[in-house]
């Protein structure tokens, strides 16, 4: 295994550094002060292996943290110069979240709203877009909210840009574009000349039925959730500061600090998966497992997959203790990837099943309880 695939596997496994170059064990330092949300010397750390490293693949690799890290700061004039967007995904997300000044009026107080009963058994709420109703399905793992071309002929959405090719959940290529959202309320708070991407409504369904929307991180990063799934409630503030232990890290995809059978490793924590899955790479720890055939959907798309299936797992997360039955361990794939790194799995929402969840991103912390 190369350097850089060591690497990518820290969510999971840590690994010696003392027989390799100085660059190489600045981007082990930079990548686990990443992964353990210390923001500041990830920067810090990576700015530092840019400006000096001859080695492409590494600076190509700390080109992406900066990218995580600047981008959900909004510091996009310092993009630049780090040679930032260096793909066609990250120009969609730079253009979408640089192109408008947007402005937000978040409640002072709690703001309590209903998960609507759906049959594919995931977290929906109404919002009003342009003062219209629309059902969007709140979506961790959905970088940017997004919206069927028949919701926005509904809400007066018209394009500001020409399409662009985008992908799906499974890396389907997709055609979506950008447009401008004078208004997108959530309960109390209001978000003012935002932006959305809008795709075929053929693009966004679950199981073959066309959803309106779905929220995407870069607006619920804005807020803190707070998802009581007893009262089917969800509680929505404006973030604060807090004493809290920072367990929230975001790769292009949210990932949270979990505790397995005693060992502690990085995960994927996605809301719009009803269900968590494993990677093979925990089969040292589950060994008592069925094989099965199943069916997976994600937005536009769906798929076969062999599964084993796990009867219990016991997780921690913070100070919460969480127990899951019949967890599917993807029989095809090691793991489970983010952006850059390797997870061994990706939480559903049914890790706060009868419990609450909140996800506080403002102070990197997710709790279960």
Not at 285 to 295: G, K, L, P, R, Y
């Amino acid at each position: 295994m190369d350097f850089i695939t060591k690497v990518r596997h820290l969510t999971y496994n840590d690994f010696t550094v003392s027989d390799y170059s100085d660059d190489e064990k600045d981007l082990y330092h930079a990548s686990k002060a990443f992964l353990a949300s210390d923001e500041k010397q990830a920067e810090e750390i990576a700015k530092k292996i840019y400006l000096s490293t001859a080695d492409m693949e590494i600076k190509n690799t700390v080109r992406h943290f900066l990218y995580c890290l600047l981008v959900r700061q909004e510091r996009f004039s310092e993009l630049p110069q780090f040679d930032i967007p260096n793909n066609t995904e990250e120009e969609i997300v730079i253009s979408l979240l640089s192109s408008l000044d947007t402005t937000a009026k978040t409640t002072n107080n709690y703001d309590c709203l209903e998960l609507l009963p759906h049959p594919f058994e995931q977290l929906f709420i109404t919002v009003q877009i342009n003062s219209v109703d629309v059902v969007m399905l709140i979506d961790t793992g959905c970088q940017l909210t997004t919206i069927s071309e028949t919701t926005a002929q509904k809400c007066n959405i018209t394009a500001n840009t020409d399409a662009t090719d985008s992908y799906n959940t499974y890396g389907e290529k997709i055609s979506v574009y950008i447009a401008p959202v004078n208004c997108l309320s959530i309960g109390k708070s209001t978000f003012y000349n935002s932006a959305c991407t809008v795709v075929p409504d053929s693009m966004i369904t679950i199981d073959d039925v066309t959803i309106d929307g779905i929220l995407g991180w870069e607006t619920i990063s804005k807020l803190k959730w707070e998802f009581d799934m007893k009262q089917k409630k969800v509680i929505i503030s404006a973030p604060k500061n807090a004493d809290l232990i920072r367990n929230l890290v975001y790769d292009q995809f949210l990932m949270v600090t979990v505790n397995v059978d005693g060992k502690k490793m990085t995960m994927g924590m996605d809301t719009g998966a009803s269900h968590t899955q494993f990677g093979t790479v925990l089969s040292d720890i589950f060994s008592d497992c069925e094989e099965e055939n199943i069916t997976t959907s994600g937005a536009g798309s769906s798929r076969e997959e062999r599964v084993y299936v796990i009867p219990r797992v016991s997780l921690s997360i913070g100070d919460g203790a969480v127990q899951l039955e019949n967890v599917n361990m993807l029989a095809d794939y090691e793991s489970c990837a983010s952006k850059f790194f390797i997870t061994p799995g990706v939480l559903g929402f049914d890790i706060a099943k009868d419990k609450t969840m909140t996800i506080d991103w403002f102070n990197r912390h997710l709790s279960v309880r």
